[in-house]
């Protein structure tokens, strides 16, 4: 089925800022119910998208954890190093706070640390009106 796409655009997201998992009205499938099993789905996608024409996006909240950031970064350097990396400062909204520029540089600079390409690219939606 990924031959059938030009690109990938892969969405990473640390378990501090997700909410319960959505119950799926399908019998064959199953959202994740915990930090482990989000890993394991995470580094599932990883590996299917290693050696691709794909990117990876974080969106980096305040709240994101330290060792959570970490083990993203880890799997990402060990399963997909090739894939860039767009780290994105939330747009504080509803209570979520956007991170201060010294923490996004220090993310930036663990995943160059890693080996990764990184960019850091603003979210702009709403700025266009978007949500």
Do not use: N, Y
């Amino acid at each position: 089925m990924l031959d059938a796409v030009d690109h990938v655009s892969a969405d990473l997201k640390v378990p501090g800022d997700l909410g319960a998992p959505v119950p799926l009205d399908v019998a064959h499938e199953a959202a994740p119910a915990d930090a482990a099993a989000w890993r394991s789905a995470r580094r599932a996608v990883l590996g299917l998208l290693r050696g691709r024409d794909a990117c990876l996006k974080l969106v980096l909240s305040a709240r994101a954890a330290d060792a959570e950031l970490a083990e993203l970064l880890a799997d990402h350097a060990a399963l997909a190093p090739d894939l860039p990396l767009f780290l994105q400062p939330v747009t504080p909204l509803a209570g979520v706070a956007a991170p201060t520029p010294a923490r996004v540089a220090a993310v930036a600079e663990r995943a160059l640390d890693a080996g990764l390409v990184v960019r850091v690219v603003p979210q702009v939606h709403r700025l266009l009106g978007i949500a």
